[in-house]
């Protein structure tokens, strides 16, 4: 083109997060390894995230908040904030990421987990990023669901024919020996190519240090953390009742309760903590990595970000796995314990105090996850950076548009 000149290289991030803190974490986590990896390279994230702008971001990373949704218990959507319609939240979202791919031209487009997005919303952009010749790619935790249950989800929502007409390459973000997330799903060859596995995302301390830590906690203590805590109740009070029935647990306990965790049942652990010597409670901390790299073991649900940083800091955990509405939790910590990097610990319902102290004084003589040699475990951040060059080199150096120059 004449006139035009070189420009950075763009990639775009669509993450749905309808709910809880997942999606974006590890979105984040990708924009972070990228940028560190390239220096003239900028990535722009687009979340539903209502806390996102609670974390902070290296700098070529930024993002933009589109209307907010949550899934109701009965799996329903409804909007957030917003008094209108469900259906007009997705179709305001829709057109926000369209028109925000319009204009940044991004030389990737990276969608999280759900390939055609919420309700659909991200089928437009696909479809006029791919007609453009934008590289699209899916990229996919470890385990997703259980086979059945994943396989009648994604044809409801038609996910295959999607992988087919949109998507160039589907990273998953973990090892086929430990979890294969597309496992029982019926793919035609053309997508099976296009699938690679890149490891486990390992994290890093953050370069601000977390100061939510207590000064009445003392090292080491037992992290307890439920993610964004919007089912994690059950874990907390289980955690609670152990420390109220026996004295005489040698560690003290962080409970991290999570920003989406019921005003309610913060205030009635935050009392019942109060009255132990031994444990103490904070709703939320951004830098969740400090607070694990010093805690003498975790005991959590499992998530897949909760998982990657028990690799990464090489803790010893108790994971508590939800069953409910998704086998992903079960699925990995199964897994994780058959392979010994971790232990298991199922809720049964009645939930013993005695059998949680066990699993709190047992925690701290578990062998380390590192004591399971796993070729490549926690290689995700290289992998995903080269792969991501590999994308620029077919594409060739991006060039800044006509309309981009006038724009400037």
């Not at 132990?276 to 951004?286: M, R």
Request: glycine letters at 8%; a negative charge.
């Amino acid at each position: 083109m004449a006139g035009a000149r070189q420009r950075d290289t763009r990639v775009l991030i669509y993450s749905h997060d309808s709910f809880g803190l997942g999606h974006l974490r590890r979105c984040r986590e990708i924009a972070h390894h990228l940028v560190q990896g390239e220096s003239d390279l900028s990535v722009l994230i687009i979340s539903g995230s209502p806390i996102i702008g609670s974390f902070d971001f290296r700098s070529r990373v930024d993002f933009i908040r589109i209307p907010g949704v949550i899934k109701l218990r009965n799996g329903e959507y409804t909007s957030l904030n917003l008094p209108i319609a469900v259906e007009q939240t997705v179709a305001l979202r829709a057109s926000i990421i369209e028109h925000t791919a319009e204009i940044f031209e991004p030389d990737i487009f990276l969608v999280d987990k759900e390939p055609l997005g919420l309700r659909g919303e991200v089928e437009g952009t696909l479809r006029y990023l791919s007609e453009k010749g934008v590289p699209c790619i899916l990229g996919l935790r470890d385990v997703m669901d259980g086979p059945e249950l994943l396989a009648a989800e994604w044809l409801r929502k038609q996910a295959v024919p999607a992988l087919e007409s949109y998507y160039d390459q589907i990273w998953v973000y973990g090892l086929p020996q430990i979890c294969n997330p597309l496992e029982g799903i019926d793919l035609p060859d053309s997508v099976v190519k296009r699938i690679t596995f890149t490891g486990y995302l390992r994290r890093t301390l953050p370069q601000v240090a977390s100061s939510a830590l207590p000064e009445a906690i003392p090292s080491p203590y037992i992290l307890v953390t439920v993610g964004g805590g919007g089912d994690g109740e059950a874990i907390i009070d289980w955690v609670l009742r152990a420390y109220e029935q026996d004295a005489t647990i040698p560690y003290p306990s962080l409970l991290v309760l999570g920003p989406f965790m019921g005003g309610e049942h913060q205030n009635e652990f935050q009392q019942r903590a109060g009255r132990l010597d031994k444990v103490e409670v904070i709703t939320f901390d951004a830098h969740m990595e400090s607070l694990m790299a010093e805690a003498a073991g975790v005991i959590c649900m499992g998530g897949y970000n909760t998982f990657c940083e028990l690799l990464s800091f090489d803790k010893r955990a108790v994971i508590v796995p939800r069953t409910e509405p998704r086998l992903e939790q079960y699925i990995r910590a199964k897994r994780a314990q058959d392979l010994g990097l971790s232990r298991m610990l199922l809720d049964d319902g009645a939930r013993d105090a005695a059998d949680m102290a066990t699993a709190i004084r047992n925690l701290p003589q578990q062998p380390l996850p590192s004591e399971s040699v796993i070729p490549g475990l926690l290689d995700g951040p290289e992998n995903v950076t080269k792969l991501a060059r590999q994308w620029f080199a077919r594409t060739g150096r991006p060039q800044l548009s006509l309309a981009s120059q006038q724009q400037q």
